[in-house]
Protein backbone atom coordinates (compact mmCIF):
# COMPACT_ATOMS: atom_id res chain seq x y z
CA UNK A 1 0.00 0.00 0.00
CA UNK A 2 1.23 3.40 -0.66
CA UNK A 3 0.03 5.41 2.58
CA UNK A 4 2.37 8.69 1.88
CA UNK A 5 0.53 8.89 -1.96
CA UNK A 6 -2.86 8.36 -0.56
CA UNK A 7 -2.70 11.07 2.27
CA UNK A 8 -0.26 13.16 -0.45
CA UNK A 9 -3.66 13.24 -2.76
CA UNK A 10 -6.08 13.45 0.14
CA UNK A 11 -4.47 16.54 1.33
CA UNK A 12 -4.31 17.94 -2.87
CA UNK A 13 -8.12 17.53 -3.48
CA UNK A 14 -9.24 18.93 -0.04
CA UNK A 15 -7.00 22.10 -0.95
CA UNK A 16 -8.78 21.88 -4.84
CA UNK A 17 -12.40 21.86 -2.73
CA UNK A 18 -13.34 18.20 -2.74
CA UNK A 19 -15.37 18.12 0.73
CA UNK A 20 -14.51 14.29 0.40
CA UNK A 21 -11.98 12.00 -1.43
CA UNK A 22 -12.29 8.06 -1.54
CA UNK A 23 -9.90 5.63 -3.26
CA UNK A 24 -11.27 1.65 -4.73
CA UNK A 25 -8.77 -0.69 -6.75
CA UNK A 26 -10.08 -0.71 -10.51
CA UNK A 27 -11.25 -4.36 -10.78
CA UNK A 28 -14.43 -5.86 -11.90
CA UNK A 29 -17.88 -4.49 -11.29
CA UNK A 30 -19.79 -7.36 -12.03
CA UNK A 31 -23.20 -6.85 -9.82
CA UNK A 32 -23.23 -3.38 -11.37
CA UNK A 33 -22.67 -4.48 -14.71
CA UNK A 34 -25.17 -7.18 -14.84
CA UNK A 35 -27.80 -4.67 -13.86
CA UNK A 36 -26.75 -1.59 -16.65
CA UNK A 37 -27.06 -4.68 -19.28
CA UNK A 38 -30.57 -5.43 -17.49
CA UNK A 39 -31.44 -1.67 -17.66
CA UNK A 40 -29.86 -1.18 -21.17
CA UNK A 41 -31.81 -4.10 -22.80
CA UNK A 42 -35.02 -2.80 -21.17
CA UNK A 43 -35.11 0.18 -22.49
CA UNK A 44 -34.62 2.06 -19.32
CA UNK A 45 -32.13 4.35 -20.77
CA UNK A 46 -34.77 6.14 -23.22
CA UNK A 47 -32.54 7.51 -26.00
CA UNK A 48 -29.11 7.73 -24.25
CA UNK A 49 -27.66 5.70 -26.53
CA UNK A 50 -24.43 7.26 -25.32
CA UNK A 51 -24.48 5.13 -22.61
CA UNK A 52 -25.83 1.96 -24.31
CA UNK A 53 -22.36 2.49 -27.10
CA UNK A 54 -19.93 2.90 -24.16
CA UNK A 55 -21.48 -0.18 -22.02
CA UNK A 56 -18.35 -1.99 -22.10
CA UNK A 57 -16.00 0.85 -21.26
CA UNK A 58 -18.32 1.84 -17.97
CA UNK A 59 -18.01 -1.68 -16.89
CA UNK A 60 -14.20 -1.87 -17.59
CA UNK A 61 -12.18 1.26 -16.85
CA UNK A 62 -8.84 -0.56 -18.33
CA UNK A 63 -10.64 -0.17 -21.98
CA UNK A 64 -10.44 3.84 -21.06
CA UNK A 65 -6.59 3.36 -19.50
CA UNK A 66 -5.22 -0.22 -19.54
CA UNK A 67 -2.93 0.46 -16.61
CA UNK A 68 -5.24 2.12 -14.74
CA UNK A 69 -4.89 0.51 -11.16
CA UNK A 70 -6.96 2.91 -8.67
CA UNK A 71 -10.45 4.89 -8.93
CA UNK A 72 -9.81 8.56 -7.04
CA UNK A 73 -13.34 9.33 -6.28
CA UNK A 74 -14.47 12.95 -5.44
CA UNK A 75 -17.70 14.76 -3.97
CA UNK A 76 -17.68 18.37 -4.41
CA UNK A 77 -20.59 20.20 -2.65
CA UNK A 78 -23.37 22.39 -4.69
CA UNK A 79 -26.29 22.88 -2.67
CA UNK A 80 -26.82 26.76 -1.67
CA UNK A 81 -28.66 28.67 1.15
CA UNK A 82 -31.14 30.05 -1.43
CA UNK A 83 -34.87 28.19 -2.03
CA UNK A 84 -37.38 28.17 -4.59
CA UNK A 85 -40.89 29.86 -4.50
CA UNK A 86 -43.08 27.53 -4.58
CA UNK A 87 -45.27 29.18 -7.09
CA UNK A 88 -42.37 29.87 -9.60
CA UNK A 89 -41.08 27.55 -12.06
CA UNK A 90 -38.35 25.46 -10.98
CA UNK A 91 -34.71 24.82 -12.14
CA UNK A 92 -32.94 22.25 -10.14
CA UNK A 93 -30.73 23.11 -7.75
CA UNK A 94 -27.34 22.11 -9.40
CA UNK A 95 -28.41 23.93 -12.28
CA UNK A 96 -28.44 27.54 -10.46
CA UNK A 97 -25.37 28.65 -10.98
CA UNK A 98 -22.25 27.83 -13.70
CA UNK A 99 -21.69 24.87 -15.69
CA UNK A 100 -20.02 22.31 -13.31
CA UNK A 101 -18.17 20.64 -15.93
CA UNK A 102 -15.84 23.68 -16.33
CA UNK A 103 -15.74 24.68 -12.67
CA UNK A 104 -14.53 21.47 -11.66
CA UNK A 105 -12.50 20.36 -14.79
CA UNK A 106 -10.25 22.95 -13.87
CA UNK A 107 -9.97 22.00 -10.27
CA UNK A 108 -9.34 18.22 -11.28
CA UNK A 109 -6.30 19.13 -13.69
CA UNK A 110 -4.81 21.62 -11.04
CA UNK A 111 -5.35 18.17 -8.50
CA UNK A 112 -3.68 16.35 -11.38
CA UNK A 113 -0.79 18.47 -12.36
CA UNK A 114 0.10 18.39 -8.06
CA UNK A 115 -0.32 14.79 -7.65
CA UNK A 116 2.07 14.48 -10.91
CA UNK A 117 4.36 16.54 -9.21
CA UNK A 118 4.70 13.99 -6.77
CA UNK A 119 5.89 11.63 -8.17
CA UNK A 120 6.77 11.23 -12.23
CA UNK A 121 5.68 7.60 -13.22
CA UNK A 122 2.56 8.68 -11.77
CA UNK A 123 -0.29 8.73 -14.97
CA UNK A 124 -3.99 10.07 -14.20
CA UNK A 125 -7.29 10.47 -16.42
CA UNK A 126 -10.02 12.28 -14.92
CA UNK A 127 -13.72 12.63 -15.69
CA UNK A 128 -16.71 14.69 -14.27
CA UNK A 129 -19.72 13.48 -15.79
CA UNK A 130 -18.28 13.69 -19.54
CA UNK A 131 -16.92 10.33 -19.72
CA UNK A 132 -17.56 5.89 -19.73
CA UNK A 133 -16.96 5.82 -15.94
CA UNK A 134 -19.85 4.81 -14.06
CA UNK A 135 -19.26 7.78 -11.45
CA UNK A 136 -22.24 6.23 -8.37
CA UNK A 137 -20.63 3.02 -8.30
CA UNK A 138 -17.25 3.93 -8.12
CA UNK A 139 -17.92 6.45 -5.09
CA UNK A 140 -19.82 3.62 -3.21
CA UNK A 141 -16.53 1.39 -4.03
CA UNK A 142 -14.64 4.48 -2.54
CA UNK A 143 -16.87 4.52 0.47
CA UNK A 144 -18.08 8.03 -0.40
CA UNK A 145 -21.98 7.15 0.23
CA UNK A 146 -23.59 4.49 -1.08
CA UNK A 147 -26.46 4.68 -3.86
CA UNK A 148 -30.10 5.53 -1.98
CA UNK A 149 -33.20 3.98 -3.26
CA UNK A 150 -33.14 6.82 -5.41
CA UNK A 151 -30.17 6.47 -7.20
CA UNK A 152 -28.00 8.99 -6.13
CA UNK A 153 -25.26 8.91 -3.93
CA UNK A 154 -25.52 9.69 -0.24
CA UNK A 155 -22.92 10.62 2.38
CA UNK A 156 -24.06 9.96 5.71
CA UNK A 157 -23.17 13.33 7.43
CA UNK A 158 -23.87 16.13 4.38
CA UNK A 159 -26.16 14.26 2.62
CA UNK A 160 -26.48 13.91 -1.85
CA UNK A 161 -26.12 17.49 -3.54
CA UNK A 162 -22.96 16.99 -4.73
CA UNK A 163 -21.27 16.24 -8.02
CA UNK A 164 -19.18 12.66 -8.64
CA UNK A 165 -15.99 13.16 -10.77
CA UNK A 166 -13.47 9.92 -10.97
CA UNK A 167 -9.78 10.00 -11.21
CA UNK A 168 -8.02 7.23 -12.66
CA UNK A 169 -4.60 6.53 -11.69
CA UNK A 170 -1.84 3.83 -12.55
CA UNK A 171 -0.64 3.42 -8.73
CA UNK A 172 -2.15 1.50 -6.26
CA UNK A 173 -3.70 3.73 -3.18
CA UNK A 174 -5.13 2.81 0.25
CA UNK A 175 -8.06 1.84 -0.53
CA UNK A 176 -11.17 2.65 1.47
CA UNK A 177 -14.06 0.22 2.81
CA UNK A 178 -17.27 0.28 0.63
CA UNK A 179 -20.12 2.77 2.04
CA UNK A 180 -23.20 1.09 4.02
CA UNK A 181 -26.66 1.71 2.64
CA UNK A 182 -28.38 3.64 4.99
CA UNK A 183 -31.47 3.85 3.45
CA UNK A 184 -33.29 1.34 5.50
CA UNK A 185 -37.16 0.63 5.95
CA UNK A 186 -37.62 4.23 4.27
CA UNK A 187 -39.01 5.24 1.05
CA UNK A 188 -39.75 8.79 1.28
CA UNK A 189 -38.13 9.12 -2.01
CA UNK A 190 -40.13 6.51 -3.81
CA UNK A 191 -43.66 7.69 -2.87
CA UNK A 192 -42.45 10.80 -3.06
CA UNK A 193 -41.75 10.60 -7.12
CA UNK A 194 -44.70 12.08 -8.95
CA UNK A 195 -43.97 9.90 -12.36
CA UNK A 196 -43.08 6.47 -10.93
CA UNK A 197 -39.71 7.00 -12.36
CA UNK A 198 -38.33 5.34 -9.18
CA UNK A 199 -39.97 1.86 -10.55
CA UNK A 200 -38.80 -0.23 -7.93
CA UNK A 201 -36.16 0.96 -4.69
CA UNK A 202 -33.09 1.78 -6.19
CA UNK A 203 -33.92 1.32 -10.13
CA UNK A 204 -34.99 4.05 -12.02
CA UNK A 205 -36.63 4.46 -15.70
CA UNK A 206 -35.27 7.16 -17.31
CA UNK A 207 -38.19 7.11 -19.91
CA UNK A 208 -40.71 8.75 -16.72
CA UNK A 209 -37.87 10.94 -14.92
CA UNK A 210 -39.05 14.59 -14.93
CA UNK A 211 -34.64 15.47 -15.05
CA UNK A 212 -34.20 13.05 -18.39
CA UNK A 213 -37.74 14.60 -20.17
CA UNK A 214 -36.78 18.51 -19.43
CA UNK A 215 -32.97 18.06 -20.13
CA UNK A 216 -32.01 14.81 -22.37
CA UNK A 217 -35.17 14.43 -24.33
CA UNK A 218 -34.79 16.32 -27.71
CA UNK A 219 -38.42 15.57 -28.77
CA UNK A 220 -41.79 16.27 -27.00
CA UNK A 221 -42.65 15.56 -23.78
CA UNK A 222 -45.35 12.58 -23.33
CA UNK A 223 -48.72 14.18 -22.24
CA UNK A 224 -48.88 11.61 -19.32
CA UNK A 225 -45.45 13.02 -17.68
CA UNK A 226 -46.51 15.37 -15.15
CA UNK A 227 -43.53 17.87 -14.64
CA UNK A 228 -44.66 19.42 -11.85
CA UNK A 229 -43.66 22.86 -12.03
CA UNK A 230 -39.80 21.65 -13.20
CA UNK A 231 -38.68 23.44 -16.24
CA UNK A 232 -35.04 22.09 -16.02
CA UNK A 233 -34.14 18.93 -14.56
CA UNK A 234 -35.94 17.77 -10.84
CA UNK A 235 -34.84 17.46 -7.39
CA UNK A 236 -38.70 15.97 -5.54
CA UNK A 237 -36.69 12.59 -4.62
CA UNK A 238 -33.60 14.22 -3.29
CA UNK A 239 -35.50 17.42 -1.27
CA UNK A 240 -37.60 14.99 0.75
CA UNK A 241 -34.73 12.62 1.88
CA UNK A 242 -34.03 12.83 5.43
CA UNK A 243 -30.21 12.69 4.77
CA UNK A 244 -30.66 16.21 3.09
CA UNK A 245 -32.35 17.66 6.02
CA UNK A 246 -29.25 18.97 7.31
CA UNK A 247 -28.39 21.23 4.79
CA UNK A 248 -24.65 21.87 3.68
CA UNK A 249 -23.90 24.47 1.68
CA UNK A 250 -20.86 25.00 -0.64
CA UNK A 251 -18.91 28.17 -0.38
CA UNK A 252 -18.35 28.03 -3.90
CA UNK A 253 -20.51 31.34 -5.48
CA UNK A 254 -20.37 29.72 -9.05
CA UNK A 255 -23.23 27.74 -8.07
CA UNK A 256 -25.18 30.16 -6.37
CA UNK A 257 -28.43 30.99 -8.32
CA UNK A 258 -28.15 33.57 -11.19
CA UNK A 259 -30.58 36.62 -10.13
CA UNK A 260 -31.15 36.93 -14.12
CA UNK A 261 -33.39 33.26 -13.90
CA UNK A 262 -33.72 33.03 -10.18
CA UNK A 263 -37.33 32.50 -8.74
CA UNK A 264 -38.93 34.65 -11.55
CA UNK A 265 -42.44 34.16 -13.39
CA UNK A 266 -43.62 31.62 -16.07
CA UNK A 267 -44.37 34.65 -18.10
CA UNK A 268 -41.16 36.27 -17.61
CA UNK A 269 -38.95 33.12 -18.44
CA UNK A 270 -41.48 32.58 -21.37
CA UNK A 271 -40.83 36.60 -22.67
CA UNK A 272 -36.69 35.79 -23.04
CA UNK A 273 -36.05 36.04 -26.59
CA UNK A 274 -33.40 33.33 -27.93
CA UNK A 275 -30.65 36.20 -27.96
CA UNK A 276 -31.62 36.79 -24.19
CA UNK A 277 -31.93 32.87 -23.16
CA UNK A 278 -28.09 32.40 -25.28
CA UNK A 279 -26.64 35.65 -22.68
CA UNK A 280 -28.56 34.55 -19.93
CA UNK A 281 -27.84 31.13 -19.93
CA UNK A 282 -24.18 31.29 -21.27
CA UNK A 283 -21.60 28.73 -19.42
CA UNK A 284 -24.76 27.36 -17.66
CA UNK A 285 -25.95 23.29 -17.89
CA UNK A 286 -29.24 24.86 -19.02
CA UNK A 287 -27.80 25.66 -22.37
CA UNK A 288 -27.48 22.20 -22.97
CA UNK A 289 -31.94 21.99 -23.32
CA UNK A 290 -31.37 24.62 -25.81
CA UNK A 291 -34.12 26.96 -26.87
CA UNK A 292 -36.03 24.64 -28.55
CA UNK A 293 -36.02 23.08 -25.05
CA UNK A 294 -36.02 25.94 -23.04
CA UNK A 295 -39.52 27.06 -24.71
CA UNK A 296 -40.98 23.67 -24.33
CA UNK A 297 -40.16 22.73 -20.93
CA UNK A 298 -42.29 26.40 -19.86
CA UNK A 299 -44.64 25.06 -22.24
CA UNK A 300 -45.67 22.22 -20.73
CA UNK A 301 -48.45 20.67 -17.71
CA UNK A 302 -49.43 24.71 -17.51
C1 LIG B 1 -27.48 8.96 -17.23
C2 LIG B 1 -27.50 9.91 -16.06
C3 LIG B 1 -28.73 10.43 -15.69
C4 LIG B 1 -30.06 9.92 -16.25
C5 LIG B 1 -30.37 8.55 -15.59
C6 LIG B 1 -30.23 8.58 -14.05
C7 LIG B 1 -29.84 7.26 -13.40
N1 LIG B 1 -30.27 7.05 -12.19
O1 LIG B 1 -29.13 6.48 -14.00
C8 LIG B 1 -31.02 11.08 -15.90
C9 LIG B 1 -31.10 12.06 -17.05
C10 LIG B 1 -32.45 10.66 -15.53
C11 LIG B 1 -30.27 11.73 -14.73
C12 LIG B 1 -30.89 12.48 -13.76
C13 LIG B 1 -30.23 13.06 -12.69
N2 LIG B 1 -28.90 13.12 -12.50
CO1 LIG B 1 -27.62 12.14 -13.60
N3 LIG B 1 -26.27 11.14 -14.44
C14 LIG B 1 -26.31 10.24 -15.36
C15 LIG B 1 -24.90 9.67 -15.62
C16 LIG B 1 -24.33 10.35 -16.87
C17 LIG B 1 -24.83 8.15 -15.78
C18 LIG B 1 -25.63 7.37 -14.68
C19 LIG B 1 -25.67 5.90 -15.01
O2 LIG B 1 -24.63 5.28 -15.23
N4 LIG B 1 -26.87 5.32 -15.08
C20 LIG B 1 -27.02 3.93 -15.43
C21 LIG B 1 -27.81 3.18 -14.41
C22 LIG B 1 -27.73 1.70 -14.72
O3 LIG B 1 -27.21 3.44 -13.18
P1 LIG B 1 -28.02 3.51 -11.80
O4 LIG B 1 -29.42 3.92 -12.00
O5 LIG B 1 -27.22 4.33 -10.90
O6 LIG B 1 -28.05 1.99 -11.45
C23 LIG B 1 -27.26 1.42 -10.42
C24 LIG B 1 -28.03 1.15 -9.14
O7 LIG B 1 -29.40 1.25 -9.39
C25 LIG B 1 -27.52 -0.21 -8.73
N5 LIG B 1 -28.60 -1.15 -8.34
C26 LIG B 1 -29.41 -1.83 -9.13
N6 LIG B 1 -30.20 -2.61 -8.40
C27 LIG B 1 -29.86 -2.43 -7.11
C28 LIG B 1 -30.36 -2.97 -5.95
C29 LIG B 1 -29.79 -2.58 -4.73
C30 LIG B 1 -30.29 -3.20 -3.48
C31 LIG B 1 -28.73 -1.62 -4.69
C32 LIG B 1 -28.12 -1.17 -3.41
C33 LIG B 1 -28.26 -1.05 -5.88
C34 LIG B 1 -28.84 -1.48 -7.08
O8 LIG B 1 -26.79 -0.79 -9.80
C35 LIG B 1 -26.81 0.05 -10.90
C36 LIG B 1 -25.45 0.09 -11.59
O9 LIG B 1 -24.49 0.73 -10.77
C37 LIG B 1 -24.15 10.12 -14.31
C38 LIG B 1 -22.66 10.47 -14.50
C39 LIG B 1 -21.83 9.22 -14.63
N7 LIG B 1 -20.96 9.16 -15.62
O10 LIG B 1 -21.96 8.29 -13.84
C40 LIG B 1 -24.97 11.36 -13.85
C41 LIG B 1 -25.18 11.54 -12.34
C42 LIG B 1 -25.60 10.23 -11.79
N8 LIG B 1 -26.31 12.46 -12.29
C43 LIG B 1 -26.28 13.28 -11.28
C44 LIG B 1 -27.32 14.18 -10.94
C45 LIG B 1 -26.98 15.31 -9.97
C46 LIG B 1 -28.60 14.00 -11.48
C47 LIG B 1 -29.89 14.72 -11.04
C48 LIG B 1 -30.00 14.95 -9.53
C49 LIG B 1 -30.02 16.06 -11.80
C50 LIG B 1 -31.33 16.80 -11.54
N9 LIG B 1 -31.45 17.52 -10.43
O11 LIG B 1 -32.24 16.74 -12.34
C51 LIG B 1 -30.98 13.73 -11.55
C52 LIG B 1 -31.34 12.67 -10.49
C53 LIG B 1 -32.37 11.68 -10.95
C54 LIG B 1 -32.28 10.39 -10.13
N10 LIG B 1 -33.22 10.17 -9.21
O12 LIG B 1 -31.37 9.61 -10.36
C55 LIG B 1 -25.00 13.11 -10.46
C56 LIG B 1 -25.34 12.37 -9.15
C57 LIG B 1 -24.49 12.82 -7.96
C58 LIG B 1 -24.81 11.98 -6.74
N11 LIG B 1 -24.74 12.60 -5.57
O13 LIG B 1 -25.11 10.82 -6.84
C59 LIG B 1 -24.09 12.27 -11.48
C60 LIG B 1 -23.14 11.29 -10.82
C61 LIG B 1 -23.30 13.33 -12.29
C62 LIG B 1 -22.08 13.87 -11.52
N12 LIG B 1 -20.89 13.64 -12.02
O14 LIG B 1 -22.19 14.46 -10.48
N13 LIG B 1 -28.95 11.40 -14.75
S1 LIG C 1 -35.71 13.33 -10.30
FE1 LIG C 1 -37.94 13.71 -10.06
S2 LIG C 1 -38.95 12.44 -11.61
FE2 LIG C 1 -36.80 11.74 -11.46
S3 LIG C 1 -36.88 10.05 -9.97
FE3 LIG C 1 -36.48 11.90 -8.76
S4 LIG C 1 -38.51 12.65 -8.16
FE4 LIG C 1 -38.82 11.17 -9.81
S1 LIG D 1 -35.56 9.20 0.98
FE1 LIG D 1 -35.20 7.42 2.30
S2 LIG D 1 -35.15 5.67 0.86
FE2 LIG D 1 -34.92 7.52 -0.36
S3 LIG D 1 -32.71 7.74 -0.57
FE3 LIG D 1 -33.32 8.99 1.20
S4 LIG D 1 -33.06 7.60 2.96
FE4 LIG D 1 -33.04 6.33 1.12
Known amino acids: MNTELSDMI????????????????????????????????????ADMNWISNSADKRENP??????????ISLAYLYDTPFEHETDKPKISRYAWGKDYHKILKKKLKAACGKIGVLDSAVKTKFYVDDGPVLEKSWAVKSGIGWQGKHTNVIEPECGSFFFLCGILINKELDYDKPAEDLCGSCSVCVAACPTGAIYEPYKLDANLCISYQTIENRGEIPSFIETDGWIFGCDICQDVCPYNRKKFFTDDKSFFPNPAHFNKSREELSSFTEEQFNTVFSGTPVKRTKFSGWKRNLSVNI
Request: hydrophobic residues 35%.
Open 62 to 71: RLIMDDAVSM
Open 10 to 45: RKICREEGFFKTGFSKIDSLRNESDYLRRWISEGRN
